[in-house]
């Protein structure tokens, strides 16, 4: 019953911006990891952000700087804020939760930043 909504994705041009959102619903009683990895054909998942319960965030390396992820009001919701992005940033964009028992992954966002 758990389930993830992103939203947010599309195109845009080399140093511009977006913002991601994910929404999670279903019977959770608590989150203690959210944020969002990235995968691109033929390479590994890699991590962009998350954020703890206890708001503590951890930023992939190239990412650092240049992303932000905050937690919504009703703290089942996560913000990544995207700046300054790079064509080496195009990628499907993955929601992740973790409460506790298991992971749960959205089905994916296209952010691609091309001229």
């Known amino acids: ?22 929404a999670a619903s279903g019977p959770i009683f608590r989150i203690y990891v959210m944020g969002w990895y990235r995968q691109t054909p033929g390479k590994q998942r890699e991590l962009v952000a998350t954020i703890a319960h206890t708001d503590r965030t951890n930023y992939g390396d190239s990412v650092k700087g240049r992303f932000t992820i ?24 993955y929601c992740y939760l973790n409460p506790g028992l298991r992971d ?8 691609t930043v091309s001229s």
């Open 1 to 22: 019953q758990v389930q993830l909504v992103e939203s947010g994705g599309g195109l845009v041009q080399p140093g511009g911006s977006l913002r991601l959102s994910c």
């Open 70 to 93: 905050s937690r919504e009001n009703d703290k089942q919701t996560v913000s990544l804020q995207m700046n300054s992005l790079k064509p080496e940033d195009t990628a499907v964009y």
């Open 104 to 111: 749960y992954w959205g089905q994916g966002t296209q952010v």
